[in-house]
């Protein structure tokens, strides 16, 4: 198909979610496009981009696992995502066909939480992958207080608390809860097919904030225990929208359409 496309690149990649957002938006808008999935093993990753840079259709594309890393050393990165986030979900090809790399996670992860005064909030963050860099990230800009990262490797999670210039400790999944502010779930623990994430939330304040990456399923484990104890949640659906809103917005050079979200969530969890 010719005209205007960007997909979204992994290895695996049939799970992806990305295509049926962007599609949506693209239909709702009457926009001339198409977002593709393109399964792209590691092997590949360099020529792919090759051959897509050379193609003056190609918007650009989103990345996930296991390329966020890989691209950074394939694009240029005029806004030190390397130094900053450490990891790349989106490439935007420019006109000239030159390709710039950036990080539309974190930004896609605060905003449910954007209205929130966390300057000083003692936190929880479960996990210390790629998508826990790009929490962190956003919460050391919003001036969070003490942070507890609860991970299965205590050393990468050290390390976070490092390049964030994050104050706060490391434990191991099975440690009892701060009474923090806001509790996250950055681990793929509780999602399809993995092992379930088993807290005890009664350490947590009554106005604590329990938010899980993870979205499927839909609510997750964690998203249950938290509403049985009557507290506010943000499941992962907000922030893959949100990241994907931002990356369609760099590709087809529209916002998506406003008031669509709920028809958008009830197509992804159908
Ligand atoms: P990742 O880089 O592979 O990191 C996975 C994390 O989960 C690591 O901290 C890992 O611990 C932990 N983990 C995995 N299996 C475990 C197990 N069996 N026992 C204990 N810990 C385990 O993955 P990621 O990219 O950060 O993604 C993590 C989750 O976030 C996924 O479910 C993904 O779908 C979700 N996510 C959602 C969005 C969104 O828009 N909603 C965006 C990005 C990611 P170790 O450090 O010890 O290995």
Known sequence: ??????????????????????????????????????????????????????????????????????????????????????????????????????????????????????SGAPVAVVGAGGAARAVLFALARAGVGNVTILNRSPLKAMGLLATFGLKGDVVGLDAALPPVSLLVNSSSLGMTGQPPLDLD????????????????????GLLKAAEARGLDTVDGLDMLIGQASLAFELFFGKSPPEGRDEELRALLTA
């Not at 960007?6 to 949506?24: T, W």
């Not at 590949?44 to 696992?65: F, K, P, Q």
């Not at 939330?201 to 997750?220: E, M």
């Open 1 to 118: 198909m010719s005209g205007p496309f960007a997909d979204v690149i992994g290895d695996p990649i049939a799970h992806s979610k990305s295509p049926l957002i962007n599609n949506f938006w693209l239909k709702a808008l009457g926009l001339a496009g198409d977002y593709r999935r393109a399964h792209v093993k590691p092997d590949d990753l360099a020529s792919y981009i090759a051959d897509r840079r050379a193609d003056a259709d190609w918007r650009g594309c989103n990345v996930t696992i296991p390329h966020k890393l890989a691209v950074m050393d394939l694009v240029d990165d005029p806004g030190d995502i390397r130094g900053t986030i450490g990891a790349m979900n989106t490439i935007v090809r420019q006109k000239d066909g030159s390709l710039i790399g950036t990080n539309t996670d974190a930004a896609g992860f605060y905003s449910p939480l954007a209205e929130l005064d966390l």
């Open 201 to 220: 939330l009664s350490p947590l304040p009554t106005d604590a904030i329990v938010y899980d990456l993870v979205y499927a399923p839909l609510p997750t």
